[in-house]
């Protein structure tokens, strides 16, 4: 299983960056998938997760609202839209890919996890 992030780069506070993975390397029918990321100096955080069947999906408290997790079947790829960047939001993200119809937003039970992709936020 490959995941290939991409999307990341600079922007000023208030803009809007859209992050992809490309997912190859198997059938994502039964996967979640899943958006974290990591700041210099912290732990790796969640920040959304959609599941690949259903579509349904989970964003953590401090982007909700402004960020959105979605999915293409047909290309096998995952999307996180985000608006209203902050500084905060500065960080690595990275997508990340398990074997399950369930929500997790633990990053220690994800399998697989793409490159990461630097989305850096001006004030």
């Known amino acids: 299983v490959q995941l290939q992030a991409s999307g990341g780069g600079l922007v000023q506070a208030g803009g809007s960056l859209r992050l992809s993975c490309a997912a190859s390397?198997?059938?994502?029918?039964?996967?979640?998938m899943g958006w974290f990321r990591q700041a210099p100096g912290k732990e790796r955080e969640f920040v959304a997760t959609?599941?690949?069947?259903?579509?349904?999906?989970y964003h953590a408290d401090s982007v909700k609202g402004r960020f959105a997790i979605s999915r293409d079947n047909a290309k096998n790829a995952v999307y996180l839209q985000m608006n209203s960047l902050k500084p905060e939001d500065t960080a690595v993200y990275y997508c990340?890919?398990?074997?399950?119809?369930?929500?997790?937003?633990?990053?220690?039970?994800?399998?697989?996890w793409g490159q990461g992709t630097q989305v850096t936020v001006s004030s």
């Open positions: 959609i599941i690949w069947g259903g579509g349904s999906t």
């Open positions: 990340a890919a398990l074997r399950t119809n369930h929500y997790y937003t633990d990053p220690k039970k994800y399998d697989y």
């Open positions: 390397g198997h059938t994502f029918s039964t996967y979640a």
